[in-house]
């Protein structure tokens, strides 16, 4: 069982496992590997009861004849059963361990390298993203659904290499996303404009930071970037929800995707990376929850290559110290576009 615990100075957020289950286990894993990876087609038997698939006509649930497969996390760090009960501990504030924690397989074969996958696949992909987000924002217990990718032990991924991608409801709205919305909502009081639209015109201008665009979107490292050749993909249509994009554009973004994390993976000889989904919360849970959000945000991709370990500095100051300029770093990857 877990606890979602908040931090009263810091106002964030903390999912504390209750049981012994979550001790450190300092054992080595070797790879999962076919035949005994469980996200291999054949295998379906090794995971939990699919949530959703892309499957061709005429197979059945739980069977081979799927392109993309959506399953429960067999180890969820938050559980779906349950009421969502807010409860005080002394000074402390404590909710209730209700979430969703899904895995999604993003190939039937054995691929770990997602730049490998096909357009056609990751687009595959990116639809079953958006159904899911919608889906689970049905539920008025979520208040924040966070779909993520982590590749590579370095950032956080597990011995199953097998590309897959993850999705976690959340009960409460991160700190971190709570920040961008208030300081998206300040910035459009100010000026009446959409900050991430400004932005994304800023360096469209300036051109220094910018490694691709297309026609619906643009891939550039941010300006004051927190880590060694950090990117963000952001649409060039004012769009607050992933869950409002359009078929259109999840066509155009499979192949800026690919190409982005291709010129990583041959720049930096197969970092491990991090790939995030900023988008809104929910919308459902209160009466005029993020009411300004539909002008005033813009959801985007963070995508963060694992190069270097953050240190003490870091963690005790907040800042971070990135040892390569974001304009050298677009310079470096575009050579490999």
Known sequence: MSEVRRDIVTDTWVIVQTSSAGMPDDSPRPPRRPPDCPFCQGNEAMTPPEVSAVRAAGTTTDGP????????????????????????VGIHDMVTGVGANEVIIESPDHETNFAALSEEQIRLVLDTWQRRLVDLYRDSRFRYVLVFKDHGRMAGGSTIEHVHSQIIALPATPRRVKDQLDGARAYYEYKERCIFCDILQ?????????????????????????????????????????????????ADLSPVLKRT?????????????????????????????????????????????????????????????????????????????
């Open 202 to 250: 800023d360096e469209l201008d300036s051109g220094q930071r910018v490694l691709l665009a297309t026609d619906r979107f643009v891939v550039f490292a941010p300006y004051a970037s927190r880590l060694p050749f950090e990117l963000r993909v952001k649409p060039r249509r004012h769009c607050h929800s992933f869950g409002d994009a359009t078929a259109d554009e999840l």
């Open 65 to 88: 004849g799927w392109r993309v497969r959506v399953v429960p996390d067999k180890q969820p760090v938050l559980r779906i059963e349950g009421a969502l009960d807010r409860v005080g």
């Open 261 to 337: 994390v291709g010129a990583l993976h041959s720049a930096l000889g197969d970092p491990a990376f991090n790939v995030v989904l900023q988008t809104a919360p929910n919308l459902l849970p209160q009466d005029g929850y993020w009411e300004t959000i539909g002008r005033d945000y813009h959801w985007f991709l963070e995508i963060i290559p694992r190069v270097r370990r953050t240190d003490g500095f870091e963690w005790g100051s907040g800042f971070f110290i990135n040892p390569v300029a974001p304009e050298l770093a677009v310079a470096r990857l575009k050579e490999e576009l």
